[in-house]
């Protein structure tokens, strides 16, 4: 599987940005799909995943309220919408698959999302 990750960019604090990952490649195996993000002298930390199939989503905490995970299967793309972005929130951001819960084989290549105050 093939993950191309997109959509980052710089906003102000209180803006929104949309990103996407593409998959491509054997998908027929990918259980969900994570977002996860490092931030420059920290350690990558998880952000939100879905359930491909059933669509089931989780959030850390951090982000609850304010991000929203979808995926469109059709298009075998998923999205992180990110609203109400603080400066905190600036990282790179991954996306990342694999076959089972909390197995993530496959990495996208990260895209940059910086916010400023």
């Known amino acids: 599987v093939q993950l191309q990750a997109s959509g980052g960019g710089l906003v102000q604090a209180g803006g929104s940005l949309r990103l996407s990952c593409a998959a491509s490649g054997r998908t027929s195996n990918v259980y969900s799909v994570g977002w996860f993000r490092q931030a420059p002298g920290k350690e990558r930390e998880f952000v939100a995943s879905i359930r491909w199939n059933i669509g089931t989503t989780y959030y850390a905490d951090s982000v609850k309220g304010r991000f929203t995970v979808s995926r469109d299967n059709a298009k075998k793309t998923a999205y992180l919408q990110m609203n109400e972005l603080r400066t905190e929130d600036t990282a790179v951001y991954y996306c990342?698959?694999?076959?089972?819960?909390?197995?993530?084989?496959?990495w996208g290549q990260g895209t940059q999302v910086t916010v400023s105050s």
């Open positions: 990342a698959t694999g076959p089972a819960a909390r197995e993530y084989a496959f």
